[in-house]
């Protein structure tokens, strides 16, 4: 209980940007995933 207060602004600044850049990395890993099947699907 005593360390919650403290984490939690801390993790409300740290994970806005963290989720953003995971969003990002997330979009990436999944566009290069569809153009890979697709190729392998193609050929």
């Known amino acids: ?3 919650f207060p403290r984490t939690a602004p ?3 600044a740290l994970t ?3 989720i953003f ?3 990002v990395v997330a ?3 999944a ?3 569809l153009r ?3 190729s392998l699907y193609e050929a």
């Open 1 to 3: 209980m005593g360390r």
């Open 10 to 12: 801390m993790a409300s």
């Open 16 to 18: 806005s940007p963290e």
């Open 21 to 23: 850049i995971a969003l």
């Open 27 to 29: 979009a990436h890993a």
């Open 31 to 33: 566009v290069l995933a």
């Open 36 to 38: 890979l099947s697709i």
